[in-house]
């Protein structure tokens, strides 16, 4: 997933003063030497000798806010009653709840949801397996399941801190994509046992989304899960990542006039995302590819301790160039960064070739900073929503589960990861490319829809579609059909 880290915060202090002794023009004055932006204020009570007001306040980031606080602690007459950050206060009592799509208003109505009348759905779905899909809250419902091992920006943090990234997910599902979506944080790091698990929640679920669970165990889960569930599992760093960069990548390059099977592309960082990317890229055309890590350029001739190294050698670095980044990255026309904060230096982005293009993807701080990359590249994209050209998964996993959801696939393959990095970047119009735009923003309401009905196409095209789409004459998608319809089914 993609955390990403804003231009500033803002804080809520409560604060009880002596109309005596402080004034409200004080506290206004004392914020503002401390640097910080009063943008509201609210009474809470007032009597004759004390008021009682929230100072909602704009500040920098977290230490300059308890800056803030400490500052007006020392005016006399003044008490702190507590401080409080806005984006802490949304996540009070979680962001997700579960809610009935039926009131239960009568005896008959608990007798039609519940005990007997529910017993002819289970015996029905006992009967065939298949009508849980029309019968229960498996059509819809994707499990996302981490196990706080590599939360980006933060790492290994445990299941407990990652569930408020994982409700985050939740909520994007349910909002983009109208998919209802559950966090499952698992307490082990074995992936024998979180396979295991996994396989036995699945029978409620339509998919499985997997996230933030640390290279190069993720590999192992992802490609066990993938062989022996049959619903789409995902795991959203690796191919969620690599997806939206081939859609960014697809129009930066239309817009340099180059072609995916002429350039010389630069990978930092050969990890779960790294791979993944490199995947796709290959898959979609690119020939040149040299991934590079902290031991250097990857390639054929030495002996790794990482497994995963040795076969990513046989398929990239075909010149196989060895050395640094800074020497590999000699003529290159394309850099793409999933590694660490400023590794990249502007000495290296003078070596590449005309109209550079640089994703330096690394959060919350990326491969080289922008201010200082912009005035040596074509175009640039980053993980960041401060800046152009977010590469955010989420333009692509709302979309990705839609589609697999709604034809029933079995798997998520790479037919179908291609299409949707096709159908994102062509949200984007010839008119309104650009060096500032080469990816739609994640809330585009046709980013989604787009997605969805590649995802269905590539689907029913590769044989892993198990309900199938109809497509009008014009080419485009007829409305899959009702609930029901499909209660039958």
């Known amino acids: 997933m993609s955390l990403t880290s804003g231009t500033g915060m803002h804080i809520i202090v409560r604060v ?11 506290i206004a004055k004392t914020i503002g030497e401390a640097g910080g932006d009063i943008i509201g204020v609210d009474v809470i009570s007032s009597s004759k000798t004390h008021t009682v007001r929230d100072i909602t306040v704009s500040a920098y980031d977290q230490s300059h806010g308890q800056l803030i606080a400490d500052t007006l602690k020392k005016l006399q007459g003044i008490t702190i009653i507590h401080v409080s950050d806005r984006t802490f206060l949304m996540h009070v009592g979680g962001k997700i709840e579960v809610t009935s799509r039926i ?16 017993a002819r759905i289970c015996t029905a779905i006992a009967e065939e397996p ?9 059509r819809n419902t994707i499990a996302v399941v981490s196990d706080g091992t590599a939360v980006l920006g933060l790492g290994d943090i445990g299941p407990e801190a990652a569930m408020p990234v994982m409700e985050g ?8 994509g109208n998919v209802d979506a559950f966090p499952i944080c698992l307490d082990t790091k074995d992936p024998e046992e979180i396979i295991r698990i996994v396989k036995a929640i699945a029978p409620a679920f339509g998919g499985i989304n997997l996230e933030d669970i640390s290279s190069p165990r993720c590999f192992e889960i992802e490609e066990r899960l993938k062989r022996e569930l049959d619903i789409p599992v995902f795991h959203d760093d690796q191919h969620g990542t690599a997806v939206v960069l081939l859609a960014g990548l697809l129009n930066a390059l ?8 002429d350039v010389k ?27 590079v ?9 030495i002996l790794y301790t990482n497994p995963y190294w040795l076969s990513y050698a046989q398929i990239t670095n075909p010149k196989n160039e060895t050395g640094g980044l800074s020497d590999i990255i000699a003529g290159a026309d394309v850099f793409i960064g999933v590694s660490a904060p400023g590794i990249l230096k502007v000495k290296d982005l003078k070596k590449m070739a005309k109209d550079p293009i640089v994703f330096a993807m690394a959060n919350p701080n990326p491969e080289i900073q922008p201010e200082l990359a912009e005035p040596y590249v074509r175009v640039l994209a980053t993980g960041r929503s401060d800046y152009p050209n977010q590469i ?14 709604d034809c029933r696939t079995s798997d998520i393959n790479e037919e179908m990861k291609l299409a949707a990095a096709y159908a994102i970047a062509s949200v984007v119009s010839d008119e309104e490319l650009s060096e500032s735009y080469i990816i739609p923003t994640v809330f585009n309401h046709r980013v989604v829809e787009k997605v969805r009905e590649a995802v269905i196409e590539a689907a029913i095209q590769t044989g892993v579609a198990r309900k199938k789409a109809r497509f009008q004459e014009d080419g485009q998608m007829e409305e899959l059909p009702s609930e029901l319809e499909l209660v039958g089914s």
Do not use: H, W
């Not at 009131?103 to 529910?118: A, E, F, H, M, Q």
């Open 103 to 118: 009131p239960i208003k009568n005896r008959d109505d608990l007798s039609r949801v519940y005990t007997p009348g529910v």
């Open 392 to 405: 955010n998964n989420v333009l692509c996993f709302p979309g990705m589960f839609r589609g697999a959801l």
């Open 293 to 301: 890590d902290r031991e250097g350029a990857v390639a054929r001739g």
């Open 169 to 176: 997910k939740a909520m994007l599902f349910k909002q983009l």
């Open 265 to 291: 592309v630069v990978l930092s960082g050969v990890g779960a995302a790294g791979m993944a990317c490199t995947k796709i890229l290959l898959a979609a055309g690119v020939k040149n590819i040299i991934g």
């Open 254 to 261: 239309k817009l340099v006039g180059k072609k995916l099977e």
């Open 130 to 138: 298949s009508k849980a899909y029309s019968l229960t809250i498996k």
């Open 16 to 26: 009880q003063f002596q109309k005596e002794t402080v004034s409200f023009g004080d």
